[in-house]
């Protein structure tokens, strides 16, 4: 039986046990990239290298919230000149080891575009035989964007910033959250694969079967509060209709001190601070429907609003824009509502799903669950990433038997 290829992964998840200790911070993707790592391990022999804006290594670990037991941890933050410069040398002289020991990765696995990888991936293309490059694109401010002269001065002015657009042409596939990056890979004839995020079914709740009972309709939102997610745009909507229904807003960032506040000046508001993954869906399982307003915005076409995975898992409705292919992903039973004309299109939706029996609304929630479970299960989503990777290899090792636990293999 062949040996399963080497990975090298790249990332930016917590290491076991450090998430659960800053909930405020929610760093962008962690609960996503340690699932579909996870999810890759019965396919490959892994090795995974982290950056973090902390010295993880310094922090005692509470050993209960998930991540990612990275071979390097590295480090990105102020200075940055000093970090960055610092944190790629590391990465150069430990790819080196690990080389020089036999350990050669067949491909390399890199979460978006970003300073440190950005660098060694330019030093590693310049060396003979680099590993195939693929890159797992949850985000990008600018790939689709135009990129104007004077954005490219601040750029070359920073340290190890090159623009998105011109690392694309280091890269040899995309395993892509959003449908909407199709085109630009298809355009550049560069293999790509929709791949929006997974579901974890040991962590779905069992949606109620208990009578719903009365009362005013409670919406929900959990996430981020900066501009791209909406939220404070759902907040102003909310407030300029008349109703007796209540929004329960979950949320981090720069905003939070005023959205709180606002929160606590009204009856109708009402704020909770960050939790970890699973508290959040035991809160999400006290509302009735969990919104998702996420606007149209620059970058937005490029990243895929994963809260809508982990709202399923709640079983609870959902109401949400279908930009990035989630209606393609929901199906006909979550609401929708058309975010090019936000504000009239969303106060619309509200006032439609306030007056739906609570009944009608749990029923969509456990079917929404059901849906995402069966169809994007994280180890389905796994195996489609393995083979999609597999495929990239030299010589194409598709067909070719890997080890895994139950003793299956890609080609069957």
Not at 76 to 85: A, I, M, N
Not at 359 to 365: C, D, I, V
Not at 397 to 412: F, G, H, I, M, Y
């Amino acid at each position: 039986m062949t040996a399963p290829a080497k990975l090298l992964y790249f990332g930016f998840a917590f290491p076991p046990g450090i998430s659960g200790l800053f909930p405020d911070a929610q760093p962008a993707g962690h609960l996503m990239e340690t699932n579909l790592v996870n999810a890759l391990r019965p396919w490959f022999e892994i090795k995974s290298a982290g950056i973090s804006w902390i010295e993880v290594e310094k922090i005692t670990p509470d050993n209960t919230s998930p991540g990612l037991p990275h071979a390097l941890n590295l480090l990105d933050k102020p200075p940055e000149l000093l970090h960055r410069w610092r944190s790629l040398a590391r990465l150069k002289r430990q790819y080196q080891r690990w080389t020089r020991s036999g350990w050669i990765p067949d491909a390399i696995l890199m979460y978006n575009f970003s300073p440190v990888y950005n660098g060694f991936i330019r030093w590693l293309k310049r060396q003979p035989c680099a590993p195939c490059l693929v890159l797992y694109l949850a985000d990008s401010m600018n790939l689709q964007q135009a990129f104007p002269w004077t954005r490219r001065v601040r750029h070359a002015l920073k340290p190890l910033t090159w623009p998105d657009s011109e690392m694309v042409s280091l890269v040899d596939a995309c395993i892509g959250v959003s449908a909407s990056t199709e085109k630009f890979f298809a355009d550049r004839r560069l293999p790509w694969l929709w791949l929006p995020n997974g579901c974890n079914s040991g962590r779905a709740l069992q949606p109620s079967t208990e009578h719903p009972g009365n009362g005013p309709i409670q919406f929900g939102y959990i996430g981020s509060l900066g501009a791209h997610a909406g939220a404070q745009d759902l907040l102003r909507v909310f407030l300029a209709r008349e109703g007796t229904e209540r929004l329960h807003i979950c949320g981090f960032g720069m905003p939070k001190a005023r959205v709180a506040a606002l929160c606590r000046h009204n009856e109708r508001l009402q704020f909770h601070e960050p939790r970890t993954p699973d508290a959040c869906l035991r809160l999400s399982q006290t509302w009735d429907v969990l919104v998702n307003p996420r606007p149209i915005w620059p970058g937005n076409e490029n990243n895929f609003p994963s809260k809508v995975f982990e709202y399923a898992l709640s079983g609870r409705a959902i109401l949400t824009s279908p930009i990035s292919g989630v209606d393609q992903v929901l199906g006909e039973e979550a609401f929708y509502f058309d975010p090019a004309d936000f504000d009239a299109n969303m106060r619309a939706a509200l006032d439609k799903v306030a007056g739906i029996p609570r009944a009608e609304l749990r029923r969509r929630g456990a079917c929404l669950q059901k849906r995402l479970i069966e169809n994007y299960a994280w180890e389905k989503q796994g195996r489609r990433a393995a083979e999609f990777i597999y495929r990239q290899l030299p010589g194409s090792r598709e067909a070719q038997e890997v080890t895994q636990p139950a003793s299956e293999t890609l080609s069957k």
